[in-house]
Structures are given as structure tokens and as C-alpha cells.
């Protein structure tokens, strides 16, 4: 996996950079990511000033977020949040989907057997 991260009106601190690395990777046992952006930016003229952008390469469509806050921490909990709220809702979208698979083919099974038994 790939993980990018870029800064932007703020200096690059490891610590910083190697935290959100660990949580990039957490996500990625969730999810399989092939490549992650994180952009942290600090805008000095808005109030909440940094804000934090999030783009995780995944099967399918790609996932987007986005954080404001008054810390770089803050705003990336913000972002995770709305990460692991997509995330949850493309696992439920895939268990309902399943779902509806097991009861569709039931009943035409069951509709199946007894068109068959009224012949004989």
C-alpha cells in the first residue's frame, strides 16, 4: 500500500507523518486499500484553521473525506469518522444485497418444486 501525505502552510513534522501512516493502516485492515492521499493544510485566515483531506484508493469507488478543526488531530478524527461511516455503510449496502440474494432464489425454489409436484 501506498500512503502519501502532503503539507501545506505548515511544516511536515514526523510525528505527525508517522501517525497518520498507523492510522491509515488501521483503515486498511477494514477495508482493502491499494493507495492513500492525506493532505494536511493550515489556513491561517479561516477560524477553524487546519483542515485535513483524506483520499483512500479502494475496489470500487474510491473513498473521499474531509476535517476542519482548530488542531491537525481534531480535524483528522473528523475525516476518520466520516471514513468509518462510509465504510459501514458499503458493508451494510453488501449484507443486504446478500440477503435479498438467499431470499429471492429461496422463493423461486420453493415455487419450483411445487409446479413440479403439481405435474406428476
Request: include cysteine; hydrophobic fraction near 40%.
Amino acid at each position: 500500500m501506498k500512503i502519501e501525505t502532503r503539507f501545506r502552510g505548515m511544516n511536515g513534522r514526523k510525528e505527525l507523518r508517522y501517525f497518520l501512516k498507523e492510522q491509515i493502516a488501521e483503515l486498511a485492515e477494514a477495508l482493502p486499500v491499494t493507495s492513500a492521499l492525506v493532505v494536511v493544510e493550515r489556513q491561517s485566515d479561516m477560524a477553524p484553521s487546519y483542515w485535513i483531506y483524506v483520499r483512500l484508493a479502494v475496489p470500487g469507488k474510491d473513498l473521499f473525506a474531509c476535517g476542519r478543526d482548530h488542531t491537525p488531530l481534531g480535524a483528522w478524527l473528523k475525516a476518520r469518522h466520516e471514513v468509518n461511516r462510509e465504510i459501514k455503510r458499503r458493508k451494510a449496502r453488501l449484507v443486504a444485497k446478500r440477503k435479498s440474494n438467499i431470499q429471492l432464489r429461496g422463493a423461486t425454489g420453493r415455487r419450483a418444486n411445487i409446479s413440479a409436484s403439481h405435474r406428476a
